[in-house]
């Protein structure tokens, strides 16, 4: 399982090296997020398959359904168990269901071996997952920020985050990766933090 950083010991950098979101800081911290056991990982990549393109409301709907058939934690062997009949009937459409038996067929066969991740870097994580079908960029850096904890990611895929960013460096454009990198390069090594509290800016408005 990988280890929650100590974001406090972010705060202070921020505070120090980032003096525009120092007024975030002071509102919202202290960061409540805390890695996920090692056992939800597939559980929630899973579910960034299932959501992809899908209004929140119909996401969870769904999840409710298949969790009802696999149990939770969701495991490869619960998804592979299940005909595709059975997500066929939950509401699933056949390019997710297929979606499904190859990320939990790759898991099952260790091509993609959770147990490894604590150890390895946001890059080499990143690498791997993006060799499963119906896992994209947003859907992993997610994951490496919300369930892994990573301390220094940067959702460049993320549309909040993205105009949020443009709206507090007073930017001309909606920020691509590359602007994203520069503009935040302060930042390091807790832009997962300034994220966060980004994130907590927007869910205000």
């Known amino acids: ?3 929650t950083p100590d974001w406090s010991l972010g705060d202070e950098y921020l505070r120090e090296n980032a003096p525009e979101l120092a007024p975030f800081v002071t509102k919202y911290a202290p960061c409540p997020l805390v890695a996920k056991p090692q056992e939800e990982y597939f ?16 996401s969870q709907e769904l999840l409710a359904k298949l969790t009802a058939l696999t ?3 969701i495991t490869p062997e619960a ?11 939950i509401g699933l459409n056949q390019q997710k269901i297929d979606y499904l038996y190859g990320f939990a067929q790759a898991v099952a066969d260790g091509k ?5 991740f604590a150890d390895m870097t946001d890059s080499q994580i990143t690498k791997q997952l993006l060799t499963v079908r119906g896992l994209g960029q947003w859907t992993i850096e997610m994951f490496l920020l919300l369930g892994l904890c990573r301390p220094d990611v940067v959702p460049s895929a993320d549309y909040i985050f993205k105009k949020e960013l443009q709206q507090l460096l007073n930017l001309y454009d909606l920020p691509k990766r590359g602007v994203i990198n520069k503009v ?3 930042w390091r090594p807790w832009r997962s933090l300034a994220v966060w509290y980004l994130w907590q800016h927007a869910n205000e408005k």
């Open 1 to 3: 399982m990988c280890q």
């Open 71 to 73: 149990g939770r934690p």
């Open 184 to 186: 935040t390069e302060t």
């Open 43 to 58: 559980g929630i990549l899973l579910t960034g398959i299932i959501s992809q393109q899908l209004p929140p409301e119909v």
């Open 79 to 89: 998804v592979l168990k299940l005909q595709p009949a059975d997500y066929l009937a």
């Open 112 to 116: 993609i071996n959770m147990g490894k």
